[in-house]
């Protein structure tokens, strides 16, 4: 009972966190195939790891638009825009990788501005 306990207090920000740098390591496993996983040694898998840990944060502000939209009732749309615009952000983040880390934060914030604006709309609807 105990586990479950936990990933309901904590599962959502395991999510909220892990989603865009797991969506950019799976965009690499497709494009390059099965050379994306293989290194030379482990300081070159330490490097693709803190190239990914610039996106742990880049994730919050949809999961976090996301939650506000299902604490107001709106579960299926939270869902629906997570995940719709998930699929934009991560082919974007890949893209904004290539002009450095704010431009990995700009974009994800960007991204993101249409669930927050549909929370704020339906939070002053009623």
């Known amino acids: 009972m105990d586990g479950r306990a936990w990933i309901a207090r904590h599962g959502f920000w395991l999510l909220a966190l892990l989603w865009l740098p797991a969506g950019v390591a799976a965009q690499a496993a497709l494009r390059f195939g099965p050379s994306a996983g293989a290194f030379a040694d482990s300081g070159e898998a330490m490097a693709a790891l803190g190239s990914l840990a610039v996106t742990v944060p880049c994730g919050l502000p ?11 009732g709106y579960r299926r749309a939270a869902w629906t825009a997570g995940i719709g615009l998930g699929v934009l952000t991560i082919p974007a983040t890949v ?11 700009v974009w994800a ?12 709309w339906l939070a002053r609807r009623g």
């Not at 949809?62 to 107001?72: D, F, I, M, T």
């Not at 960007?110 to 549909?118: E, G, R």
């Open 95 to 105: 893209f904004a990788g290539l002009l450095g880390p704010v431009a990995i934060a």
């Open 62 to 72: 949809l999961a976090l638009g996301c939650r506000r939209l299902w604490r107001l």
């Open 109 to 120: 914030v960007l991204l993101s501005l249409p669930v927050w604006l549909a929370w704020l």
